[in-house]
């Protein structure tokens, strides 16, 4: 493993030097980004530096822990102590073992999501073929509800059926009493190399439940051949200017022959999916962030009310009625289609609306969400999936090896590259090979500088009490069968059990 990891980090494609073009804004961003962490820059090289160095630390003291020997002074004694130095400094450098031949359950993405089911497997049985193990992969539901749901299943019989669970950037204080602490087995160095935010979210009570895998962000997906036709020059900068445009793009749609045509389409089912959406528009009108840092709850205030009736007024405008029962991909199937004008989505529908087969190919783009009036904020609800180790596997030195194959370097850049999933490793953040490669990201670099995260670490295991609340209400709201201030009066009951 050792060995593999020196390799890794002495590539000389990953050791990256700070490339020209991506200067600025790219350092605003990723300063925000890493809570002014310091940027990866030639961080590769420092921690090539750090490893061998510490290495070469252990290699010596564990040589002066050896007792006095007389026979250093013969020269059989010296060969003798040089070969035990040389292997023990072999065995730190050679790959852990562990018995190959098992088999590892892994609840990866899902098949129903893009093509992120197919990547996900293949890498999975790639590393399978390489360590002479066995994957058998459980796709996940394509909804993230629906996920966390089976996944309690499992945790809560101890289940020793899944050993590696792919979990949501959100559920680390439900996850925790059924995972492995993966400081036990990454070492400081590695853990080091991740986007230290991301740790911290992932950590609990001082026990790392998951190791980040990818990062997600809320985009604006709009139709630039469609703006340009109907004369828009940019995309729209706040929420009633994207309802203006959507509803003129609509109408011109629908009467040149297209009766299906909508104007905006976003994730309304009451899941997670809505919460996501739900903070981006309370967050970019002022209304915060539902329960604050400081375990304050925020959601009855006018700015959330008017966030909510603003989303209330497009359905059944410029978004379908059913847009209540949508999920991202019932979204992504009308946009990929040709059938909107504006979508609310992550950026795994990017590469696959850039794909050549797809019909907008070519005619679309990505900037951030829109702000909730001129004085609103920009808010791109903070997503993102990690890698956790079952606390009932059976076989988790094989399970963690698997975790960090594909968290390692060579393995998140083809996922960057191939599917646009944004990396959690600082330093792929410098690598000239990807930042020309993530195929949305020269577009919207502003887009992870405003990103909000969901309320999770202050409600921990009750996340997901919160979420159905928030979710079970403005579905409602957006349906019609409640008011927004109503709403957010059950949401605020249900938010103040938990943090009272
Ligand atoms: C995306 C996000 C995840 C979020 C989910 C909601 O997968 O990465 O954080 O909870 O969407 O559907």
Redo the contacts with the bound molecule.
């Keep these: 493993m050792l060995r593999t990891h020196a390799r890794r980090l002495s590539n000389p494609k990953l050791t990256a030097e700070n490339p020209a073009k991506w200067s600025a804004v790219r350092r605003v961003w990723l300063l925000r980004l890493c809570h002014r962490e310091r940027s990866g820059k030639g961080g590769t090289n420092q921690a090539e530096k750090e490893l061998t160095r510490n290495h070469l630390q252990w290699f010596i003291v564990a040589m002066k822990g050896f007792p006095p020997m007389n026979c250093l002074n013969d020269s059989f004694g010296r060969n003798a102590v040089q070969l035990l130095g040389v292997l023990f400094l072999v065995s730190l450098l050679t790959p852990r073992h562990f018995a190959s031949g098992e088999t590892i359950r892994f609840a990866g993405d899902s098949d129903l ?1 893009g093509d992120n089911g197919r990547w996900t497997r293949e890498v999975a049985e790639e590393w399978a073929k390489k360590t002479n193990n066995t994957v058998e992969y459980v796709s996940r539901p394509a ?3 629906a996920t966390l749901q089976l996944y309690l299943q499992y945790w809560g019989s101890k289940s020793a059926d899944v050993d590696v669970y792919m979990v ?3 559920w680390q204080g439900i996850a925790a009493p059924h995972a492995v602490d993966l400081k036990k087995y990454f070492k400081e160095e590695e853990i080091k190399q991740f986007f230290s935010h991301s740790v911290a979210n992932n950590t609990v009570n001082g026990r790392l439940v998951s190791i980040p895998w ?1 990062i ?1 962000a809320g985009l604006l997906y709009y139709r630039t051949d469609l703006l340009e036709k109907y004369g828009y020059k940019a995309p729209p900068k706040t929420w009633e200017e994207l309802a203006e445009m959507a509803k003129k793009i609509q109408e011109g749609e629908r009467a040149s022959g297209n009766p299906e045509f909508q104007g905006f389409v976003f ?1 309304g089912k009451p ?3 809505l ?2 959406n739900v903070v981006e528009w309370i967050y970019s009108y002022g209304g915060g962030t539902v329960i604050d840092p400081h375990k304050k709850v925020t959601i009855n205030n006018p700015d959330a009310i008017k966030a909510l009736e603003t989303a209330k007024s497009w359905v059944g405008t410029i978004a379908p009625k059913n847009v209540t029962t949508y ?2 991909e019932e979204a992504r199937n009308i946009w990929q289609s040709g059938n909107a004008a504006f979508m609310r989505n ?1 950026p ?1 529908a990017y590469s696959l609306s850039a794909d050549p087969k797809s019909p907008i190919s070519g005619k679309f783009d990505v900037t951030v969400l829109p702000k909730g009036g001129d004085n609103g904020d920009n808010a791109a ?5 990690q890698l956790m180790v079952s606390g009932y596997s059976k076989v988790p030195n094989a399970s963690v090896d698997l975790v960090r194959y594909l968290t390692s370097p060579e393995i998140q850049k083809k996922h960057a590259i191939e599917l646009g999933l944004l990396p959690t490793l600082r330093a792929l953040y410098s690598d000239p090979d990807l930042l020309g490669k993530i195929p949305w990201f020269k577009n919207a670099p502003d887009i992870l500088i405003n990103t909000v995260a ?1 309320p999770s670490t202050v409600t921990g295991g009750s996340y997901n009490q919160l979420s159905s609340g928030l979710f079970e209400n403005v579905n409602k709201v957006l349906s019609g069968e409640e008011s927004a201030n109503d709403a957010v009066l059950q949401i605020e009951r249900v938010a103040k059990r938990i943090v009272p």
């Design positions: 999501v909804d993230a509800t949501d950037v959100i990818f997600d994730q899941s997670e999916s919460t996501c999920g991202e992550w795994y609800c903070l997503g993102g999936w969901r």
